[in-house]
T-cell receptor, first 112, second 112 residues
Framework: GIQVEQSPPDLILQEGANSTLRCNFS?????LQWFHQNPWGQLINLFYIPSGTKQNGRLSATTVATERYSLLYSSSSQTTDSGVYFCAVSGGYGGATNKLIFGTGTLLAVQP | EPEVTQTPSHQVTQMGQEVILHCVPI?????FYWYRQILGQKVEFLVSFYNNEISEKSEIFDDQFSVERPDGSNFTLKIRSTKLEDSAMYFCASSVDRYEQFFGPGTRLTVL
């Protein structure tokens, strides 16, 4: 099945800093989503981005499907951005499955 | 904005007991999913459901698990005889097509 790797595993930022999180995947995908898991454990949809670039406020994401990676950019980080960021993909050979395969996440801590 | 809802938010049960986790997917969605996340680990796919039948299930989803859509709005996950290792956060998700999935807030299951 598809392998999903995220980097870095942990990141500590000062408030106001920018960051880039990376997601590499091992096969072609028909779905790629970025999530933020907040301290209460809820998974918040950030982007649905199997290809191309999207922006939403201080966040933007880019997926280069041909090179099998996606990037999540955050600018002017705030303490409320802290939590775990997951990349999840579905697809693979034949594209017959739509189950999401999650990466191991990036634990982000934004300090005041 | 429509949301996936899940009840209860927390469930504590004794080993060997049956539990039923409840989900109300977004009303016009056709695909339904259950995922779980053991504490500190990544999110894992359990099962997908479409057109009133299971479309895909993982190795985790053994005979102790079942899903049901008893009416037009609810989607349930039943664990017949809980084990200690079933303790996890269980997420329900839904999608209108085979792509972007929207997650509920989760049910934290603790098996004692």
């Amino acid at each position: 099945g598809i392998q999903v790797e995220q980097s870095p595993p942990d990141l500590i930022l000062q408030e106001g800093a920018n960051s880039t999180l990376r997601c590499n995947f091992s096969d072609s995908v028909n779905n790629l989503q970025w999530f933020h898991q907040n301290p209460w454990g809820q998974l918040i949809n950030l982007f649905y981005i199997p290809s191309g670039t999207k922006q939403n406020g201080r966040l933007s994401a880019t997926t280069v499907a041909t090179e099998r990676y996606s990037l999540l950019y955050s600018s002017s980080s705030q303490t409320t951005d802290s939590g775990v960021y997951f990349c999840a993909v579905s697809g693979g050979y034949g594209g017959a499955t739509n189950k999401l395969i999650f990466g191991t996440g990036t634990l982000l801590a934004v300090q005041p | 904005e429509p949301e996936v809802t899940q009840t209860p938010s927390h469930q504590v049960t004794q080993m060997g007991q049956e539990v039923i986790l409840h989900c109300v997917p977004i009303s016009n969605h056709l695909y339904f999913y259950w995922y779980r996340q053991i504490l500190g680990q990544k999110v894992e796919f359990l099962v997908s459901f479409y057109n009133n039948e299971i479309s895909e299930k993982s190795e985790i989803f053994d005979d102790q698990f079942s899903v049901e859509r008893p009416d037009g709005s609810n989607f349930t996950l039943k664990i017949r005889s809980t084990k200690l290792e079933d303790s996890a956060m269980y997420f329900c998700a839904s999608s209108v097509d085979r792509y972007e999935q929207f997650f509920g807030p989760g049910t934290r299951l603790t098996v004692l």
